[in-house]
């Protein structure tokens, strides 16, 4: 995990992974009912024809609740997979990914997104610039 200047944390990858290979999961507590929580850490989707929510709010250590938006260039995609009969968030590979690279994806449509403007824009061609490293990164 980096911190980055605009963004705040981000994870990258410590290795090389292939296309539509799984990266990791989106922890966090499941519901069934919207949480009245704010929706940084928010993740709604739905499964079965019924909407769910993970509650990842909590600072728990995981790594799938910090990964930023990118809407024009995402890397990987959340999957809904089913695991003892419940919906698991995970992220695959959109493409072949090299070490170092910041794992992003389409938070989806809409104009709630602030960063989506002209900085946004700015940030997706200048990654490498705005990336500064405080303490150790860890591996995926
Ligand atoms: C799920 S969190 C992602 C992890 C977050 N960076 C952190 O440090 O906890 C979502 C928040 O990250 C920030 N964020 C995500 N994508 C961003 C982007 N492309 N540009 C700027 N901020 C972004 C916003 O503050 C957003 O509310």
New binding site residues.
């Given amino acids: 995990m980096i911190l980055?200047i605009?963004?705040?944390?981000?994870v990258f990858t410590k290795k090389e992974f292939g296309q539509n290979e799984f990266l990791l999961p989106y922890e966090g507590e499941l519901l069934e009912k919207e949480p009245d929580v704010d929706d940084?850490?928010i993740f709604e989707f739905t499964f079965k024809g019924k909407p769910f929510w993970v509650d990842?709010s909590k600072e728990d250590g995981s790594f799938g609740?910090?990964?930023?938006?990118?809407h024009i260039h995402p890397n990987c995609r959340p999957k809904v997979m089913e695991i003892d009969e419940k919906p698991v968030i995970c992220f695959f590979s959109l493409r072949p990914l090299s070490s170092n690279t910041e794992l992003?994806y389409d938070?989806g449509p809409g104009n709630i997104?602030p960063?989506?403007g002209k900085f946004?824009m700015l940030?997706n061609h200048q990654k490498n610039l705005t990336a500064v490293y405080l303490g150790m990164p860890q591996i995926l």
Avoid: H, I, K
């Avoid at 605009?6 to 981000?10: A, D, F, I, P, Q």
């Fill in positions: 980055l605009c963004e705040g944390r981000g940084t850490y990842a609740r910090l990964l930023n938006d990118d992003v938070y997104y960063w989506r946004g940030r």
